[in-house]
Every structure is written in structure tokens, then in C-alpha cells.
């Protein structure tokens, strides 16, 4: 048997490739986890610069912090951050109606089946409520509290899930100072070619403008949309899903504050896309993000800048996009994260977390040397099946709609969705029920929030819930109801929660 190599002589040497969100989150994982492994160089072009829109984030981020060590509150007075306690969906089951896509749970699992099975159940017999006066962060939400709380008092319900949002370019200055005092080092320059082994045709290095090379074992591309060596120099394919996914476009503009800070991001359906508004401390992030088949550009800036809440504080600038993924996000000594991995609509915030998670199961299937077809097919099949159902989620939410006023709903509705969906969608109609495969980011609780919140209500619940008595349910129900709204109402505001914690310098 061949002896298997040591990794303790020679550090394995990883090229980031670009120092947007992406490079740097790499490099400060990287550095941290692997230490004396690995040697870590940036390379990373000022002039050309960052994508710069990524502000909204998921509960998943907390995780990322925690293993990075980094403290709560420097972190949102350094990024100019508030709290997310989920999304509120406007006008996109139908206009005037919203609702929110919170994080965390809803109620709590009784006599081992979801919660919203006896919701459901009460439901059709006149009583219960709605679903989300059982859930402490819309009730939080909805009266701009927020405060960390790991458990409802002393009952076994969930506390408050929360994310943040924060300044895209302040988060990346963040992980760079996070990475470069640990050691990874930063090469300024702007990459005009890259060298590839003429015999393996793994990427051996990449030329700089002014003639320096930059030599490598791993590549991590992370150079954005132009996606350098995955596609550039490996020509890896591109998976088209516009089909299902028919925004290609976003117009984004920062607008000035006018009101403290909601705890939540918007997502505001328009007649051909939708506009995000994000809460900073210093100003708000907004985008218009649309389809150029069904709205020209004009238009889309007007409705954008006609709907901000306070003055805009730059001209939108446009981005071009096509949705989908690479159709390899490792490919030979090359690991793409960020967007030139492929690109889902920020609706619910997922491609930040897509970076966390390459990242960290890179890190966990570090590869061997040399590096193993096995290896690279299994890191391909997790991240392709984790952006599928991740792509099937943000399908959901335009498929369900009940719109009439624009070609455009009309048309994500009567499409055909992938069968992933349909599968999903009929199960949760005929019983309520939700399941969830291994690599499915988002929780039952999510998928139940969306379906539900776009309209669809199953026609039956869980034989289970037929267990209680009414007089237990209605019982059970009311002390849920008490525990959620009381544990809110204890809760700061959320202006008052950042002032008393993390107010950024520069905000105050
Ligand atoms: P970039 O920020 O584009 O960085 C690319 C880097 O590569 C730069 O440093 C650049 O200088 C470098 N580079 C490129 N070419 C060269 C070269 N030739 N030589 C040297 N260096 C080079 N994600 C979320 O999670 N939440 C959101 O709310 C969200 N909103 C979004 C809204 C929009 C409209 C878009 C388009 C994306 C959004 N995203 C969001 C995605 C998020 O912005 C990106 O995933 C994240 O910013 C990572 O970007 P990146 O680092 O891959 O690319």
C-alpha cells in the first residue's frame, strides 16, 4: 500500500482569487481553520473592485462568526449592521397583502408531528388564530423589537433566530484585517492571464499586469462574475436556469435613513420583479431587482427610485445576471465560491450563506495529494443538490402567486416548475405534510411559512392532530399564543437593542 502523504512539511499553498465577500470569507476560514497547513495569498484588483451588494443575511452567519471567534458586537458596530429577524413579502401572493418568512420555529412539535398540523386542524374548526401569532419573531417584527433570547422563559418554545444585515464593503474590510493579522497576505493587481499545466491542465499560476506571477497548488476563483479560472480558463459550463428564474437584472442604490432600523428585510413585489430594502445604521440598501423580458431598464429605475423612503444617495447602478450554477464548482485544482460559482436572486438571502457552506465543506473534504476525482465528485454532488433545492425554494414564491395585474405573475404561475417542486407543493396540499432532504438549507418551518404565506392551505392535517381534545387544543393554543406575545413585548426595540450594544461610531 502506498504511504499516505504527510501534510506537515509543506504548507499547501491556496491563491484566493478576488477579495470581494467571497475571497475574504475564504481567506479568514482558510487561515483560521487550517492554520499551518496552508499558505494564503489574496489576490485581488482595487480597481476593478466588489460586486458590493450582498447585505442580507441568514441565521447560518452566526455560526460562521462563533467558529471565527469574533464578537457579536464588534462585528455590528464594524459593518454598520442591524438584526434580521426574516422577510416581509409584500404584494406577492397579491397586492396589498404581506407576509413574513421568519427564521426559526413556529410553535413546537406536540405528539411528535409539526406544530401547524394542529393550527391547521383548529383552523377549520373556527378557532386558533393564524399561523404566526405562534411565532416570537413576528411578533417582534411586526412591533420593531428585537433582542437576543435563547429560549421563551421557562417553556420549551425556540427563542429569537436571528441574522444580520450589514455594509458589503465594511464586511469584507472586517474579514480582510480578520484574515491578514492571521497570516494570509494580499497581493494588489489585476490578473491578465491565467497559467495552466499543459499536461494535467490544472491551474499553476496567474500573471499579473505588471508581469509578477502568482503560483498556487489550490486556486480559489472568487473573482465575482467573471468567474477567471472556473470558467475563464477551465471552461466548466454554465447551467441556464432563467427559465424558471426570469429576473436577469437589478438596479442597486443606497437611500438615506428616515425611520430607525426595521428588524427585518422587505421584499417588495413589483410588476415584473421585486425591490429589496435592507436596514443599516447609516442608510438603507434598496434594489430593484426585475426581468428585461417583461420591463425595460427605464422603468425599472423609475419604479425603484419612486418607491424609496428616503432621498437617494447615488445613481442605481445596474447589474446583469444569469441565473444558475457552474456546472462544476470544483473543478480540477480550482474551487469556485461567490458568484462566479453561479448566481440565485438575493430573495432570501442565500448566496453569502452558499460561500459559508463551499467554504466550510471544502475545509471538511480538504483534499488529499494529489487530489482525488472522488473527493471533488462528492463536494460537487452536496453543493449541486444544495443549490437545487435552494433554486426550488425561490421558485416557490413567484409559482404560488395569485396576481392578475402583469404578464409577468401570470406567467410564473401557469409555468412548468421542476418536479422537485411539484412533488412538494402536492404533498403539502393534499396533508400538510413538508419534508426536508439532506442538503435542503431551508427548514420545515421555511417552506410551510412561503407555501402558506402565498395562499396555499392543505386540505387535511396529520391524522395525529386529531389526538387532543378540542378543549386540550384550544388549552394548548392560548398558552402558546400567551407565551409568544409576552416574551415579545419584553423585548427593546430594535434601535434602542444596537444603540445599547453596537452602535457603529460613525452612525451615532
Ligand atoms: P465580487 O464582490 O464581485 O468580488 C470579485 C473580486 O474579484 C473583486 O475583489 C475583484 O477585484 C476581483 N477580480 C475580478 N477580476 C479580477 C482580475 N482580473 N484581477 C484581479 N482581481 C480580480 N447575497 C446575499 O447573501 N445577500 C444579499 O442580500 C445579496 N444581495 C445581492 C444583490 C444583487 C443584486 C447581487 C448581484 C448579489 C447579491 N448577493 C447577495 C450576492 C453577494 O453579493 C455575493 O455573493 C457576494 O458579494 C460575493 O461576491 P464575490 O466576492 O463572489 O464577487
Request: glycine content about 8%.
Amino acid at each position: 500500500m502506498a504511504k499516505p502523504q504527510s501534510h506537515r512539511e509543506a504548507p499547501r499553498k491556496v491563491v484566493v482569487v478576488g477579495g470581494g465577500t467571497a475571497g475574504w470569507m475564504a481567506a479568514a476560514s482558510l487561515v483560521k481553520f487550517l492554520g499551518r497547513l496552508v499558505e494564503v495569498e489574496v489576490v485581488e484588483s482595487e480597481a476593478i473592485g466588489i460586486v458590493g451588494v450582498g447585505e442580507a443575511t441568514i441565521p447560518q452567519i452566526r455560526n460562521l462568526n462563533r467558529a471565527l471567534e469574533i464578537d457579536e458586537a464588534d462585528f455590528v458596530a464594524g459593518t454598520n449592521g442591524s438584526f434580521k429577524l426574516g422577510i416581509e413579502f409584500i404584494n406577492w401572493r397579491r397586492l396589498d397583502h404581506s407576509y413574513l418568512h421568519n427564521f426559526g420555529s413556529i410553535g413546537l412539535s406536540v405528539n411528535q408531528i409539526h406544530f401547524h398540523h394542529h393550527v391547521f386542524r383548529a383552523q377549520a374548526e373556527g378557532y386558533g388564530g393564524d399561523l404566526w401569532d405562534y411565532c416570537v419573531n413576528t411578533q417582534a417584527a411586526r412591533a420593531g423589537r428585537f433582542a437576543p433570547m435563547e429560549r421563551l422563559g421557562s417553556s420549551p418554545l425556540g427563542g429569537v433566530a436571528y441574522a444580520y444585515h450589514f455594509d458589503a464593503a465594511l464586511y469584507g474590510q472586517y474579514l480582510r484585517r480578520y484574515a491578514e493579522s492571521r497570516g494570509a497576505r494580499r497581493t494588489e493587481g489585476r490578473i491578465v492571464e491565467v497559467i495552466q499545466d499543459p499536461e494535467s491542465g490544472d491551474v499553476e499560476r496567474v500573471r499579473l499586469e505588471d508581469g509578477r506571477e502568482v503560483a498556487g497548488e489550490i486556486f480559489v476563483d472568487c473573482s465575482g462574475f467573471r468567474a477567471l479560472l472556473i470558467e475563464g480558463a477551465l471552461k466548466t459550463g454554465y447551467e441556464d436556469w432563467s427559465r424558471w428564474l426570469k429576473c436577469d437584472s437589478a438596479l442597486a442604490v443606497p437611500s438615506r435613513n428616515t425611520r430607525p432600523p426595521r428588524p427585518f428585510t422587505q421584499a417588495i413585489a413589483r410588476e415584473a420583479g421585486w425591490q429589496w430594502r435592507i436596514p443599516l445604521q447609516h442608510r438603507t440598501g434598496n434594489g430593484h431587482v426585475f426581468s428585461s423580458g417583461y420591463v425595460d431598464v427605464d422603468t425599472a429605475r423609475e419604479t425603484l427610485l419612486a418607491n424609496l423612503e428616503g432621498e437617494a444617495l447615488a445613481e442605481p447602478r445596474l447589474i446583469r445576471f444569469t441565473t444558475g450554477r457552474r456546472r462544476k464548482f470544483w473543478n480540477r485544482n480550482v474551487l469556485a465560491l461567490g458568484l462566479a460559482s453561479g448566481f440565485l436572486e438575493p430573495l432570501e438571502s442565500t448566496s453569502i450563506h452558499l460561500v459559508q457552506s463551499g467554504i466550510s465543506r471544502f475545509i471538511q473534504m480538504f483534499p488529499t495529494r494529489p487530489i482525488a476525482d472522488a473527493e471533488r465528485d462528492e463536494y460537487n454532488r452536496q453543493v449541486t443538490l444544495e443549490f437545487e433545492r435552494i433554486r426550488d425554494f425561490l421558485i416557490l414564491h413567484y409559482h404560488l402567486n395569485e396576481r392578475t395585474d402583469s404578464p409577468f405573475w401570470i406567467d410564473v404561475r401557469e409555468m412548468d416548475v421542476p418536479e422537485t417542486l411539484t412533488s412538494k407543493i402536492a404533498l403539502f396540499k393534499a396533508s400538510g405534510r413538508i419534508y426536508r432532504d439532506a442538503q435542503d438549507l431551508f427548514t420545515e418551518a421555511s417552506w410551510l411559512q412561503v407555501m402558506h404565506g402565498q395562499g396555499l392551505t392543505p386540505q387535511a392535517w396529520h391524522p395525529m392532530a386529531d389526538k387532543l381534545s378540542e378543549a386540550e387544543l384550544r388549552d394548548m393554543l392560548a398558552n402558546i399564543r400567551q407565551i409568544v406575545t409576552g416574551a415579545a413585548a419584553k423585548l427593546p426595540s430594535h434601535a434602542d437593542h444596537i444603540a445599547r450594544c453596537c452602535a457603529a461610531p460613525q452612525a451615532a
